[in-house]
């Protein structure tokens, strides 16, 4: 079994700053890839920031300069820090993972969601 638990949603005002953490915990073997993804309501989610094993990083536009991605191998953690936060990023946000698990199964694994809600 593999669990991804977001922690870090929370309301602030616009230009205030939150940190999301996902921490990946049961049978890893390896995980590959990292992201975070949100979906506001009547929204399709997104993808928000991605960060693979080599660090490589890549964010939607609506984000870039203000959030930032990161990952610590060792704890298989990803965090999220949101900067200059806006009202349209309020969402639930996502945590994803490309896990190959001891048994070398190979798939996407989905945390359960945590809200983040910027005031005007």
């Known amino acids: 079994q593999v669990q991804l638990v977001e922690s870090g949603g929370d309301t602030v005002r616009a230009g205030g700053s939150l940190r999301l953490s996902c921490a990946a915990s049961g049978m890893i073997c390896n995980i590959a890839a990292m992201g975070w993804y949100r979906q506001a309501p009547g929204r399709q989610r997104e993808l928000v920031a991605a960060i693979n094993s080599g660090d490589s990083t890549n964010y939607a536009d609506s984000v870039k300069g203000r959030f930032t991605i990161s990952r610590d191998n060792a704890q298989n953690t990803v965090y999220l820090q949101m900067n200059s936060l806006k009202p349209e990023d309020t969402a639930v946000y996502y945590c994803?993972?490309?896990?190959?698990?001891?048994?070398?199964?190979?798939?996407?694994?989905w945390g359960q969601g945590t809200q983040v809600t910027v005031s005007s």
């Open positions: 994803n993972a490309d896990i190959i698990t001891h048994w070398g199964n190979r798939r996407e694994y």
